[in-house]
């Protein structure tokens, strides 16, 4: 888990108190704190030893051994200042960049990291890639101001990316993770306080967690359960998407 700020404000860009927690077993400890140097972590992969965090401007690479320790940053363009969301998928670290509209890739298996410019997509927020296809979710520059450009995109090959949307419903989409059978796109939006499932073969929408004021970020699935941080209210929601009646079976803090 990866809180993008230790206070109520989105930090400046020289307040670099982000952290990373881990929770196992209903127990939450810190895999880096703020020696870090990080600023405003918004999205973690992990392959191997290594451990890939989005920060703001760059991606900080550590080591995970019995000490955790930082080896490098991976640098963007310098007006690439809101890296938003990243997602591993075979070879490749797929990013977004909210700001600059952009997405990136990076081949993880060859050093030094770099980047490698993928294709523009309306101010993307979260992103999710299989088997070639990526799913990347708008949400307004600013974070506020609607615009109908803010939906739902899909690329249906990575090689050749050509982004198309998926949708015709704006909104302040922030996180987007496929299903284990691939057939549904989870998607978060802050203007209904909910999470959406898409069905990719129909087309259908439908909501499948709602609560008043929650704020949902960026989700996470595995299996059957669905992973919600209610950013404004310093929780995360687990989910069981086969019981969409029932409350949420737990919280953290
Ligand atoms: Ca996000």
Same mark, same amino acid.
């Given at each position: 888990m990866s +809180?993008? /700020? $230790? /206070?109520e404000k989105i930090p400046a860009p020289d307040e670099k108190e982000g952290y990373v927690l881990y929770l196992k077993d209903e127990k939450v400890s810190e895999v880096t704190g703020k020696e870090a140097g990080m600023v405003m972590?918004? $999205?973690m992969a992990r392959l191997g030893e290594s451990f890939f965090v989005c920060d703001r401007d760059c991606i900080h690479v550590f080591t995970l051994k019995e000490k955790v320790s930082k080896e490098s940053e991976i640098l963007f363009a310098p007006d690439d200042t809101a890296l938003n969301d990243m997602v591993l998928a075979g070879d490749y670290l797929y990013v977004t960049v909210t700001n600059t509209d952009r997405v990136y890739r990076v081949n993880v298996k060859k050093t030094?990291?770099?980047p490698e410019l993928l294709t523009k997509v309306p101010s993307p927020n979260g992103i999710d890639v299989r088997d070639g296809r990526a799913y990347i979710v708008s949400i307004p520059a600013d974070y506020a101001t609607l615009k109908p450009e803010n939906l739902v995109y899909w690329i249906a090959d990575v090689e050749n990316p050509a +982004?198309? +949307?998926l949708n015709a419903t704006a909104r302040l989409y922030d996180g987007a993770a496929l299903s284990a059978d691939g057939r549904t796109l989870y998607v978060s939006d802050w203007i209904s306080? $909910? *999470?959406i499932a898409l069905d990719l073969?129909?087309?259908e929408e439908k909501t499948v967690y709602t609560r008043e004021g929650l704020t949902p970020a960026?989700? $996470?699935v595995d299996g059957d359960t669905l992973w919600i941080p209610d950013l404004e209210h310093h929780q *995360?929601?687990?989910?069981n998407t086969k019981c969409q009646k029932s409350p949420p079976s737990a919280r953290w803090r």
């Open positions: +809180p993008i /700020s $230790a /206070s972590p918004t $999205a030094p990291y770099t +982004p198309e +949307p306080q $909910a *999470v073969n129909t087309g960026d989700i $996470a *995360v929601i687990e989910f």
